[in-house]
């Protein structure tokens, strides 16, 4: 019986530290970071109920991680319901295995900060916006991406 709670006892305390923390971002907290990106950033708009969202997840994170030495970054914000934040999304990015920061959009109103993003989002998701700012590189897709388009992005969005 000691030995089943002890292994209870190390799979809670490996599984919370495996978990990360969601924070909640504001629209504000958003634009500051599309502003403010420092590397090449890829913000992917997601919701766990989205199915083509959830399934280029694991390919984003892939690519991206293969142009790391670029220093190309994948911010992954969340437009759950607030009622998924954050135990929600928390569990099924760890079930997932997805190991991108994840944000929480703390907004409601998509016709608040759909157009602050980018004017043509109509509010469909999977989104992405890609962002270099030492090269004024910005592009908005609103669409699932194929492995090869966001490869061919990320070489367009990382060079000089």
Known sequence: MNKFIFCALLF???SSACAQTIPKWK???L???IKNADKPTIFNFWATICKPCVEEIPYFE???KKYDS???KLVLVSLDLSDAYPKEISSFASKNRFASPIKFLDETNADLFCPAVDTSWSGVIPASLFVNNKTSYRKFFEEQLSKEKLEKEIQL???K
Do not use: N
């Open 157 to 159: 969005m990382i060079q």
């Open 31 to 33: 634009q500051s970071a």
């Open 27 to 29: 629209l504000k907290d």
């Open 12 to 14: 809670f305390i490996f």
């Open 62 to 64: 892939q690519i991206t």
């Open 70 to 72: 670029a220093g190309v």
